[in-house]
C-alpha cells in the first residue's frame, strides 16, 4: 500500500486507516463482538493498513483494550493514534484538558494499549475552561518524556459558525493556530467525505500549507456511501444513527442519489461504491488519510483495496457534481 507522511515529524503511514470505533462505541451493541473486531484489525494489517485510529472515550475505554489485544505480537506493524481529552460522565461527555488528567490519561493508554508509545495523541476536543495553550504544552511534554511521537488535534463535531461569511471550520484555524505556537501539530482529524466536503473550503488547505497531515473521519458516511444501507431500515436505539438527521427515512431517500453516482462510477472499476468513495478522499491531496471505521473483516479489507483504485478525471468530475448530503433541517 502507498505510503503518506503526517505533519512535521514525518511519519508514514499506509495510506488508508482503520477506525476502530465502532467495535465498541455508538453503534449497535447488540452487533459489537470482540472476536469479529480482533479478526478485522489483523486483516487490515494484513492489507497494508498502519493507521489504527481509537480513543479512550470509545467504551469507555474498551476500545483501547481491544486495539491492545489485536495488536499483541504486531505492534511495530502499526502506527497507534489515540485521544485524550473527552470523559463519559453519567452518560454525557464533557471535556478534560487540565495537565494533570491529560498526563495520566496517556499512561492509561499506554497500558491499555500494552505499548511504550503513542504514535500519534490526539488533542479529541479543547476544553472551554482550559487555555488551550496550557493543555497542548502537557501534550508536548509527553512527547519530550517518549511516551508519544506526535501530537493531533481531533475537530470532528465542528458546526458552520452563525456570522454570514464565516466558514466552518474558522474556530478550527484559529485554535490550531494557538497550539502551533506552543508544539508542532502533526495531523488534524475532521470530517471529509463525498456528501461532506467542507473541510475543502479552509481546513485542508491549511493543514496542506503547513505540512499537516489529515485524517479523514467518517468518509464513508457513517455507512451510507458503502451502498449497503436501505431508506427506511430501522437502527437499534443505542446506534448513533438512530437519533441522526441524516438517518431518517425521508433523508436516507433525498441523499440516495450520492449512492447511485458512486455506484455508476464504482461498475466502471468493478470496485465498489464505499471504495471509490474512499479513493476520492485520497485525491484530495498527498496529505490525507482516511480513516473508514469498521468492526468487520470483510470491510477492513475492502477499504484497504482502495488505495489501489485510481480514479480518472471524468469519474472525479462525475462525483464533484454530485449533491451534498441533505439534512432534517435543510
Same mark, same amino acid.
Given at each position: 500500500?502507498?505510503?503518506?507522511?503526517?505533519?512535521?515529524?514525518?511519519?508514514?503511514?499506509?495510506?488508508?486507516?482503520?477506525?476502530?470505533?465502532?467495535?465498541?462505541?455508538?453503534?449497535?451493541?447488540?452487533?459489537?463482538?470482540?472476536?469479529?473486531?480482533?479478526?478485522a484489525v489483523q486483516a487490515a494489517l494484513d492489507?497494508?493498513?498502519?493507521?489504527?485510529?481509537?480513543?479512550?472515550?470509545?467504551?469507555?475505554?474498551?476500545?483501547?483494550?481491544?486495539?491492545?489485544?489485536?495488536?499483541?505480537?504486531?505492534?511495530?506493524?502499526?502506527?497507534? #493514534?489515540?485521544?485524550?481529552?473527552?470523559?463519559?460522565?453519567?452518560?454525557?461527555?464533557?471535556?478534560?484538558?487540565?495537565?494533570?488528567?491529560?498526563?495520566?490519561?496517556?499512561?492509561? #493508554?499506554?497500558?491499555?494499549?500494552?505499548?511504550?508509545?503513542?504514535?500519534?495523541?490526539?488533542?479529541?476536543?479543547?476544553?472551554?475552561? %482550559?487555555?488551550?495553550?496550557?493543555?497542548?504544552?502537557?501534550?508536548?511534554?509527553?512527547?519530550?518524556?517518549?511516551?508519544?511521537?506526535?501530537?493531533?488535534?481531533?475537530?470532528?463535531?465542528?458546526?458552520?459558525?452563525?456570522?454570514?461569511?464565516?466558514?466552518?471550520?474558522?474556530?478550527?484555524?484559529?485554535?490550531?493556530?494557538?497550539?502551533?505556537?506552543?508544539?508542532?501539530?502533526?495531523?488534524?482529524?475532521?470530517?471529509?467525505?463525498?456528501? #461532506?466536503?467542507?473541510?475543502?473550503? #479552509?481546513?485542508?488547505?491549511?493543514?496542506?500549507?503547513?505540512?499537516?497531515?489529515?485524517?479523514?473521519?467518517?468518509?464513508?458516511?457513517?455507512?451510507?456511501?458503502?451502498?449497503?444501507?436501505?431508506?427506511?431500515?430501522?437502527?437499534?436505539?443505542?446506534?448513533?444513527?438512530?437519533?441522526?438527521?441524516?438517518?431518517?427515512?425521508?433523508?436516507?431517500?433525498?441523499?440516495?442519489?450520492?449512492?447511485?453516482?458512486?455506484?455508476?462510477?464504482?461498475?466502471?472499476?468493478?470496485?465498489?461504491?464505499?471504495?471509490?468513495?474512499?479513493?476520492?478522499?485520497?485525491?484530495?491531496?498527498?496529505?490525507? %488519510?482516511?480513516?473508514?471505521?469498521?468492526?468487520?473483516?470483510?470491510?477492513? %479489507?475492502?477499504?484497504?483495496?482502495?488505495?489501489?483504485?485510481?480514479?480518472?478525471?471524468?469519474?472525479?468530475?462525475?462525483?464533484?457534481?454530485?449533491?451534498?448530503?441533505?439534512?432534517?433541517?435543510?
Amino acid at each position: 500500500m502507498e505510503r503518506r507522511s503526517l505533519g512535521a515529524a514525518a511519519l508514514a503511514v499506509g495510506a488508508v486507516g482503520l477506525g476502530c470505533m465502532p467495535m465498541s462505541w455508538a453503534y449497535a451493541a447488540s452487533q459489537q463482538r470482540g472476536d469479529h473486531a480482533l479478526r478485522a484489525v489483523q486483516a487490515a494489517l494484513d492489507a497494508g493498513v498502519q493507521l489504527i485510529d481509537t480513543a479512550d472515550m470509545y467504551g469507555p475505554f474498551t476500545n483501547e483494550l481491544l486495539v491492545g489485544r489485536a495488536l499483541k505480537g504486531r505492534r511495530a506493524e502499526a502506527f497507534v #493514534s489515540t485521544k485524550c481529552g473527552l470523559l463519559v460522565v453519567d452518560q454525557h461527555i464533557v471535556a478534560n484538558g487540565r495537565p494533570g488528567y491529560v498526563r495520566r490519561a496517556c499512561d492509561a #493508554s499506554l497500558r491499555r494499549l500494552q505499548t511504550d508509545v503513542i504514535d500519534l495523541y490526539q488533542l479529541h476536543r479543547a476544553d472551554p475552561e %482550559v487555555p488551550v495553550e496550557e493543555t497542548w504544552g502537557a501534550m508536548a511534554e509527553l512527547v519530550a518524556a517518549g511516551k508519544v511521537r506526535a501530537l493531533g488535534l481531533c475537530a470532528i463535531g465542528a458546526r458552520a459558525p452563525r456570522r454570514p461569511g464565516a466558514r466552518m471550520h474558522d474556530g478550527t484555524i484559529r485554535q490550531l493556530e494557538r497550539m502551533q505556537q506552543v508544539f508542532p501539530v502533526s495531523a488534524v482529524q475532521a470530517e471529509l467525505s463525498v456528501w #461532506s466536503p467542507q473541510a475543502l473550503e #479552509s481546513l485542508l488547505p491549511w493543514c496542506a500549507a503547513r505540512g499537516v497531515g489529515f485524517l479523514a473521519a467518517m468518509p464513508l458516511g457513517n455507512g451510507y456511501l458503502t451502498g449497503t444501507l436501505t431508506p427506511g431500515q430501522g437502527f437499534e436505539p443505542d446506534d448513533l444513527r438512530a437519533r441522526h438527521p441524516r438517518f431518517t427515512a425521508e433523508m436516507m431517500a433525498a441523499n440516495q442519489p450520492v449512492v447511485v453516482g458512486l455506484r455508476r462510477v464504482a461498475e466502471r472499476h468493478g470496485a465498489t461504491p464505499a471504495q471509490v468513495a474512499l479513493a476520492w478522499a485520497l485525491r484530495q491531496g498527498p496529505q490525507v %488519510v482516511p480513516v473508514p471505521g469498521t468492526k468487520q473483516e470483510r470491510w477492513a %479489507v475492502e477499504n484497504a483495496g482502495a488505495a489501489g483504485l485510481e480514479l480518472t478525471a471524468r469519474d472525479l468530475t462525475e462525483i464533484d457534481r454530485l449533491p451534498p448530503a441533505r439534512e432534517s433541517w435543510d
